[in-house]
């Protein structure tokens, strides 16, 4: 079992960065691969972000790559994503999730099911 508590929501200009933080419970942190969601009013829990157990591969939704960088310090179970030069349409709920399975295949990082554990979410509201 891991909790997962985020922080780092706001209320950021377009154009403007902020910097999201999710610290998990437990002492087997690097042994989760770890994940960043975000859902909108009246949408779907998309994809956004996600990172290996010891960070040696990311993967980025195509709608934040380049922008967003996703990164882990496994010393303080704790997941970041840095978002730059954000837009209005970056407005959403944002959600760390961790998995505990193993997979062959990276594609499955995309998937929300994929996650066993899920954090309560932090705003983000980008203004125009």
């Known amino acids: 079992q891991v909790q997962l508590v985020e922080s780092g929501g706001g209320l950021v200009q377009a154009g403007g960065s902020l910097r999201l933080s999710c610290v998990a419970s437990?002492?087997?942190?690097?042994?989760?691969?770890m994940g960043w969601f975000r859902q909108a009013p009246g949408k779907d829990r998309d994809f956004v972000a996600a990172?290996?157990?010891?960070?040696?591969?990311?993967y980025y939704a195509d709608s934040v790559k380049g922008r967003f960088t996703i990164s882990r310090d496994n010393g303080k179970n704790t997941v970041y994503l840095q978002t730059n030069s954000v837009k209005p349409e970056d407005t959403a709920v944002y959600y760390c999730?961790?998995?505990?399975?193993?997979?062959?295949?990276?594609?499955?990082?995309?998937?929300?099911?994929?996650?066993?554990?899920w954090g309560q979410g932090t705003q983000v509201t980008v203004s125009s």
């Open positions: 999730a961790a998995s505990p399975r193993a997979t062959g295949s990276s594609s499955s990082y995309y998937g929300y099911r994929w996650y066993d554990y």
């Open positions: 437990g002492r087997t942190f690097s042994s989760y691969v």
């Open positions: 990172i290996t157990y010891f960070g040696g591969s990311t």
